[in-house]
């Protein structure tokens, strides 16, 4: 079987290279399928046969670990006990492999953190688009950067430009806000499902990049190009407001975009989700709606309002 870029020696531009994948996958053919894969996009891959022994490397090399990539149904440990695990841990980036993804499973793998899948039959043209996502949300949650910023009491306002690092430095300015209420993990939670609307507004707002148009760039392989390139022509903002309280977090975002139609996204059959969540992308609207108690579109979907209780 023949992958994308198996055969390039070029190793410094592949999409892969300096980032080690643990490999937690039972099927031995599945298993190597994707090591060949991973390698050819110039991942390091530590392959493990089952859960358990996963987390015996986990436990012995987590500081070499970028991501992990798990399979669902394992003997001993599964996927769901491997995520939590890890989830407790090191939190590092998770992403689950399973042929069948139920809804009630993959809101709980959303419970502990998990955003990103993979289903069986594999796209092999998606999965690097799948991991890369992946760990740029790890990053983007983790990053610890300061913010000009105007607060007055529990009301906190930012504005940023159309720009992915600054957009990276919004996300830990949100953390920072709930971890004045809230442990780490719990405001780490929150920063990552709140990332998923701030994406929307930067990319499909002021970037005014199309859900099919994400999908084909990623398969293309351009698809940070393109964001690069219509960035540097971007002069709109994204305003942040943040009312946070013990109790209720409250954050309202405003992009320049010209909106889009929000409402294809909300109330999704449980057909429509599951394959929303084989996908790179399309599916974060939803994301955030298992996780916040409300969300609010106005200016016709350039304005989110989302709403956390505790």
Not at 24 to 31: G, I, K, M, P, T
Request: net charge negative; aromatic share 10%.
């Amino acid at each position: 079987m023949n992958y994308p870029n198996a055969q390039r020696d070029d190793n410094e531009d592949l999409v892969g290279f300096g980032i080690t994948i643990l490999l937690a996958e039972d099927d031995h053919q599945n298993r190597l399928s994707l090591i060949e894969l991973f390698e050819g996009e110039g991942y390091t891959v530590i392959p493990a046969r089952n859960g358990s022994k996963a987390k015996d490397i986990y436990d012995e090399r987590a500081e070499e670990i970028d991501c992990i990539v798990s399979d669902l149904d394992m003997p001993g440990l599964s996927g769901i006990e491997f995520a939590r695990y890890n989830s407790l841990n090191k939190h590092l980036p998770f992403v689950v492999s399973s042929g069948v993804l139920e809804t009630d499973v993959a809101e709980e793998l959303m419970e502990i953190g998990v955003r990103d899948f993979m289903v069986k039959p594999y796209d092999f043209d998606l999965i690097p688009a799948v991991i890369q996502k992946c760990i740029e949300r790890f990053n983007l949650a983790n990053m610890t950067e300061t913010v000009d910023q105007n607060t007055s009491g529990n009301l906190s306002t930012i504005t940023i430009p159309t720009c992915f690092e600054d957009m990276h430095m919004a996300v830990d300015w949100i953390e920072k806000k709930v971890e004045r209420f809230h442990a780490k993990q719990v405001a780490g939670h929150f920063a990552s499902s709140i990332s998923e609307l701030l994406t929307n507004a930067y990319e499909h707002g002021n970037l005014g990049i199309t859900e099919c148009e994400k999908k084909e760039l990623m398969r293309q392989g351009t698809f940070h190009d393109e964001v690069l390139k219509r960035e540097r022509n971007c002069k709109a903002k994204i305003k942040i407001d943040v009312l946070a309280f013990k109790h209720k977090v409250t954050v309202k975002i405003y992009d320049e975009g010209e909106g889009f139609d929000y409402r294809k996204y909300v109330d999704l059959k449980k057909k429509e989700i599951e394959e929303k969540l084989a996908l790179p992308n399309g599916r974060g609207i939803y994301l955030a709606n298992y996780y916040f108690d409300s969300i609010t579109y106005k200016d016709k979907g350039a304005t989110v309002i989302a709403v956390k209780s505790f």
